[in-house]
């Protein structure tokens, strides 16, 4: 099994698994403003796409300081609906799941200059469990911020996913 790839299965999961709750919720709950880590859920989920398209990007071979640059502004980009989240999430799944296909030495580490930390030598496969905790963290915080606007969020925990795909003999 390819863990890397299958957890990112999950995080993309997850990650659609919240917005199906969202999206069953009045559109307005997007940008009902909440005292959280995030002023709503638009901007969670904008902080959300955009730290995925800035790793995408790093994985591609654009460096960190540069793909930061290129999406970072992107935090501030808040859609109308969650349909155009769920869109957006979508088409950089498929991003990624193409990314895969092409890479079967996930070990392989790239010389990661992070503004924030230094530089390193990081393998693909610590970028790939760095943004799908980073999503994780983030889906905590959007349940809790669903919980403080009023509404239930959803189970979307790992071992859940493991009853999503087809049992195998």
């Known amino acids: 099994m390819n863990h890397p790839q299958e957890m990112y299965k999950y995080h993309t999961w997850a990650t659609h698994t919240i917005l199906g709750r969202i999206q069953e919720l009045p559109n307005s709950v997007l940008h009902q403003e909440v005292n959280s880590s995030f002023p709503t859920l638009a901007h969670a989920l904008s902080h959300m796409y955009a730290v995925d398209q800035m790793w995408y990007l790093v994985l591609t071979g654009v460096s ?3 793909a930061l640059q290129m999406c970072m502004p992107r935090n501030e980009e808040i859609y109308d609906s969650i349909e155009d989240y769920s869109k957006r999430f979508a088409e950089l ?3 990624f799941t193409a990314w895969f296909q092409d ?3 996930l070990e392989h580490t790239i010389l990661l200059d992070n503004p924030f930390a230094g530089i390193r030598n990081t393998s693909l496969t610590e970028i790939i469990f760095h943004l799908i905790n980073h999503g994780t963290y983030h889906r905590g915080n959007i ?5 403080q606007l009023g509404h239930a969020s959803i ?3 790992y071992s859940l996913f493991w009853y999503t795909k087809p049992a195998t003999a």
């Open 64 to 66: 960190m300081p540069e």
């Open 143 to 147: 349940s809790t911020m669903l919980r």
């Open 93 to 95: 799944s498929q991003q």
């Open 103 to 105: 890479h079967i030495d």
């Open 155 to 157: 189970m979307n925990d």
